[in-house]
């Protein structure tokens, strides 16, 4: 820091500076903004496109001029997108997997979390590094072990085999996460309800789960993200006959662009991609400080 | 602890550990374990080839080709993502200079950073297919359709020299927004004392910039920078969903993951698949542990 310990002269020197600093400053916050904005646009332009584009007709698209008004707003691409291309039920098929999928993580998580952070048993630090080393093995890996396991199993194109890796593949975090947290807790509250005669299982329940409140929504909303947005997983898990009724969102959105680029018709590709992204914009709207919170909870230790 | 301990531990920990032996375990082990064997996923495993799937990697061009795509993926995204996060979250919440001796962000931060962040949360799979519409190699893309009436279009993605490149802007574009708010959650911690002291001393917006923002936030940088080189061995679905062909063209796009799905799925090389993936995970660890041992260094607490 000794660059930067010239301080100017008491009075006249700073006196003279003064006016200059303030318009330095004012040009710097400028160009601040200009930055940030800048990189708003970036960020915000196209799905913006998106948008306008999902009501310009096929011959409207290209016309260029991306950002021009539509002609008209007709909702018939939404329509299309709806029914024809299924998103309607492509949406509902993820909604349905990732309630059960990360209800699973955070009750068998925090089960496993909670066992592995507060009781000595033999054992015990064996099976928290087996989970945590989990996060050092990429998925790609194992992929097709993963496939072929499934399969003996009889599970492949079912969403019990997709939930079941869902939940399997989203511990290692999960447990990393809670374990840390359960550890932080006070150990009082639990002793007095030691000393009441409560059993092990109530304790976790009705004092553990209540108290651990603000770490279990983070991680819930961590594995609910990671999970809605997970492509190589069900592309992998729903393959095979029957599975085009159970795509999820993701796979039924590339789906419709591969055939939208086939029929070079973008209108009904840029109908279901909006319908896919309003519902995010919204939800993220109302929850973004816990989102954004929970998210990058696993960064900050 | 008297009544029942060990019924309970073990009744809480047999599902978890179950599920986790059975998909994860099990399947890591059997990746080792497939790798040394020529299989096409179907019938008995019995064709031991020992060190053979790693030899065929070593004469397989595309191997090599998805190998520099991923370093140049490892190389880059690190590097811009986090300066252009370092710059933007250092703006938000210092770059308003100082009233009545608070160190502040710019008007508006709080607006920034929201529209910043929400490409996080879109999956990458639809990212992908939006950036395969902005980068239309017709009048049809967004880029190409801002461009001069006059212009020829660019083909983007379907150019080899430049496929590489969009791949790269598009996971840049995703990840800025993260990093954003991640390094402000960190720039947060540090106490406004500090900034205050170096700003009666007279340093300008640089050089708190460099020398107190990063050095406090270094920790944090470590861990984005792995975070980000992880992000840069996987790609598979802009790869996937975005490029011309899957990989192409000609293999201009190719990367691990791709190769290993494909490999697995459509080429019936379960084996070879399973070899590519052995190498993908010394790939990461050696990523992980040189950056964390190259970027160790003495850390400042605030």
Redesign the interface.
């Known amino acids: ?1 000794t ?6 002269g008491p009075s006249t020197a700073s006196a003279g500076r003064a006016p200059n600093q303030k318009r330095d ?1 004012k040009i ?2 400028g160009l ?2 200009v ?2 904005v800048a ?2 646009l ?6 913006l ?2 948008l306008l ?1 999902s009501f310009k007709s096929n011959t409207e ?7 021009a008004l539509p002609n008209s707003f007709s909702f018939d691409t939404y329509v299309n997108a709806w029914s024809d291309a299924h998103i309607g039920r492509y949406f509902i098929n993820s909604v349905f997997v990732v309630l059960i999928s990360t209800a699973g993580t955070m009750l ?2 925090a ?2 979390a ?3 952070a507060r ?1 000595k ?1 033999p054992g015990n630090r064996a ?1 928290y590094y ?2 945590v080393s ?1 996060l ?3 998925t ?10 499934l399969k003996g199993m009889g599970l492949l194109g079912s969403y019990t085999g997709l939930v ?2 869902y ?3 989203s ?2 975090f999960t ?1 990393f996460f809670l374990v840390a947290f359960f550890k932080s807790l006070p150990y009082e509250i639990e002793e007095a309800a ?1 000393v009441d005669g409560a ?3 109530r304790k ?1 329940f009705q004092i553990m789960m209540p108290m651990a409140r603000s770490g279990l929504v983070s991680i819930t909303i961590f594995n609910i ?1 990671g999970q ?5 997983l069900p ?2 898990i729903m ?1 095979g006959p029957g599975a085009d009724q159970k795509l999820l ?3 039924g ?2 789906q419709i ?1 591969v055939s939208a680029g086939y029929q ?1 018709e ?1 209108s009904t ?2 109908a279901a ?1 909006v319908l ?2 309003l519902p ?2 919204i939800v ?1 709207a109302i929850f ?1 400080r816990q ?2 919170s929970g ?2 909870a696993g ?2 230790k | 602890m008297r009544h029942g301990k060990y019924p309970f531990i073990i009744g809480f920990l047999v599902v978890p550990v179950a599920l986790y032996a059975i998909f994860v375990v099990w399947a890591y082990i059997q990746a080792f374990y497939l790798s040394v064997y020529e299989w096409s996923g179907l019938g008995p495993v019995e064709n031991f080839v020992g060190l053979g799937n790693f030899r065929k990697m070593w004469d397989d061009t595309l191997f090599w080709q998805s190998i520099k795509h991923n370093v140049f993926l490892l190389i880059f995204l690190p590097i811009i993502t986090v300066i252009l996060a370092l710059i933007f979250a250092f703006l938000l919440n210092v770059g308003g200079g100082q009233k009545g001796g608070v160190t502040r962000g710019v008007w508006g931060s709080k607006v920034y950073r929201i529209i910043f962040f929400f490409p996080q949360l879109l999956a990458l799979a639809i990212v992908a297919v939006i950036f395969g519409r902005v980068f239309g190699p017709d009048k049809s893309g967004m880029i190409n359709g801002l461009f001069p009436e006059s212009w020829q279009p660019w083909l983007f993605l379907a150019d080899e020299r430049y496929a590489m490149g969009c791949i790269l802007v598009v996971l840049v574009w995703q990840a800025v927004g993260f990093y954003v708010v991640l390094f402000s959650a960190g720039m947060g911690n540090i106490p406004t004392e500090v900034y205050e002291a170096a700003a009666i001393d007279g340093a300008s917006r640089m050089t708190l910039f460099f020398r107190i923002t990063i050095p406090l936030l270094w920790n944090t940088v470590q861990v984005a920078w792995v975070y980000l080189g992880i992000a840069a061995f996987d790609a598979f679905a802009l790869v996937n969903i975005m490029t011309v062909d899957r990989g192409g063209p000609d293999g201009a796009t190719s990367v691990l993951s791709l190769m290993i799905y494909r490999n697995a799925f459509e080429f019936s090389q379960a084996g070879y698949a399973s070899a590519l993936g052995v190498v993908l995970f010394f790939l990461t660890l050696t990523f992980a542990w040189v950056t964390l041992s190259a970027t160790r260094r003495e850390s400042v607490e605030a």
Request: net charge positive.
């Open positions: 820091m660059t930067i310990t010239k301080t100017p400053l710097a916050t601040s903004h930055a940030l990189w708003a970036i960020t915000a332009g196209p799905l496109w998106v584009a698209i290209f016309l260029g001029k991306p950002f068998f998580g089960m496993a909670y066992v592995l009781y048993f099976i087996l989970f989990g050092a093995f990429p790609f890996m194992a992929l097709a072990p993963l496939f072929y396991i079941l890796v939940i399997a593949y511990l290692p447990i030691t059993s092990h299982v976790f993200v809605w947005n997970q492509y190589l592309v992998v393959s969102l993701t796979q959105i590339a662009s070079a973008w590709l840029f991609l896919t992204i995010m914009i993220y973004q989102i954004q998210l990058t960064a900050v």
